[in-house]
């Protein structure tokens, strides 16, 4: 597996241990980041993992142990295949590219995601240039197959947009209270649930924080409320059972274990909850809202049209590929909807009706992956990641019906 040296070496080991270092201080804060870290900084922290293994046995980690390992292992192998593609200046901006990913709040998954978009056109039948890297903006590709031109814009959308609590917040939040409802714990005996409702967003300021997490703690020792202008904390109790799940191993607890103990809807934990448990003797969860609601569709319809206005010259027929970081598969799959089609269908088609240069939107999501192999342009063994994705076609563009552009993601 030569690939993955030859790709770090594209932007220096340097800058990779850089950003190794500084997601260690993470680690170290507190264990409250460690899945946040995995889902925005996996690449990297699997890269962490394969250059440990490389040192003590001498050979990279093959074949891929884990998901993390097959996402390593393909941006390595797409990114070099691009590269040689590439002319000098495409190459420096390539290169531009990856730092800039090191040294991003979502480490590769916006990189990773156009690699994977490329890789798979070319896969599709169709001659690949990269119009962003070789021209220095614009759309990012432009894929040609049997002489139709179409141009491919791709864009990687944070799960924190139109959200009130992003997620990062949300654990500095949870990192400044845990230890602190953790000592309070002691002294309970069952459950308590605790809703806290933020006038307005969630910041990030330390004095904020402070301000919630005392308020937090006073209510889960006295049973009362606190009203701030910052926030209103309520909180209600349920007693101790011996026999429920949710005061056994702590690591075998589900959120349907939780839901079901303190008799709130499985779909209330898609909010932002903080639990701590304590085996044998205690559960609390924390509850935060915003009393003004989120606009996530909303948002990722004024992104998706913001792009397509922005980078397609409107001179082809264009196809938008959006990835919904922190989204999993089947929430893709319950908002975008069947037959009459649900809300975020209906987004994407009042995107589609006023752009009449766009021809194909692609949605995708976290799902499950399945590693593939196969050979690809050069004779090269390429890795393939097959992911699920939500496909609406403008049956009104004049080549909507093209057979070219039949199967872009079958």
């Known amino acids: 597996m030569q690939a993955l040296p030859r790709f770090v070496a594209l932007a220096g080991i340097d800058c990779w241990r850089k950003r190794l270092a500084e997601l260690a201080k993470w680690q170290d804060r507190s264990p409250i980041y460690d899945e946040y870290l995995q889902e925005r900084h996996g690449i990297e922290l699997a890269y962490r993992d394969v250059a440990a293994h490389r040192t003590q ?31 000098a200046s495409g190459k420096r901006n390539l290169v531009s590219s990856i730092r800039k990913a090191l040294n991003s709040e979502f480490g590769f998954g916006p990189f990773a995601f156009e690699m994977q978009i490329a890789i798979h056109l070319m896969r599709r039948g169709f ?25 491919v814009e791709c864009k990687h959308i944070s799960g924190d947009v139109g959200r009130r609590i992003h997620r990062r917040r949300l654990l500095q939040l949870g990192e400044l ?4 409802v953790d000592a309070v714990l002691d002294q309970l005996e ?57 005061f056994g191993n702590p690591q075998r607890v589900t959120t349907d274990d939780i839901a079901q103990f303190f008799e709130v809807p499985r779909d209330f934990f898609n909010s932002n909850i903080l639990v701590l448990l304590r ?3 205690a559960v609390a969860c924390i509850n935060i809202k915003c009393e003004q609601g989120d606009i996530v569709l909303e948002k990722i319809g004024r992104r998706m049209a913001e792009d397509a206005n922005r980078q397609f010259t409107k001179q082809r027929p264009a196809m938008l590929c959006a990835h919904l970081s ?59 990641l097959q992911d699920g994705s939500m496909l609406t076609r403008n049956m009104q563009h004049p080549n909507a019906n093209d057979v070219r552009l039949y199967g872009l993601f079958a």
């Open 177 to 180: 209270l845990f230890p602190q």
């Open 326 to 384: 922190d989204l999993k598969r089947e929430h893709l799959s319950e908002i975008y909807g069947d037959g009459a089609g649900g809300p975020f269908r209906h987004t994407i088609e009042d995107v589609m009706a006023r752009r009449p240069w766009l021809h194909t939107v692609a949605v995708t999501a976290t799902g499950s992956m399945v590693l593939e192999q196969e050979r690809v342009v050069g004779g090269r063994v390429m890795l393939g």
């Open 57 to 87: 046995t001498g050979r990279v980690i093959w074949p891929p142990s884990d998901i993390a390992n097959i996402k390593l292992y393909n941006m390595a192998l797409s990114a070099n295949e691009i590269h040689a593609r590439l002319s």
């Open 190 to 246: 069952g459950g308590i649930w605790v809703d806290v409702i933020l006038a307005d967003r969630l910041t990030g300021t330390v004095e904020d924080h402070r301000t919630i997490v005392s308020g937090i703690v006073a209510v889960v020792r006295r049973d009362n409320e606190v009203d701030n202008q910052i926030c209103q904390i309520t909180a209600r109790r349920r007693a101790y059972n011996p026999g429920h799940s949710v």
């Open 127 to 151: 001659d690949v240039t990269c119009h962003d890297m070789e021209e220095g903006g614009g759309f990012d590709f432009l894929a040609i197959k049997d002489g139709l031109e179409l141009e």
């Open 279 to 281: 085996p044998s003797r």
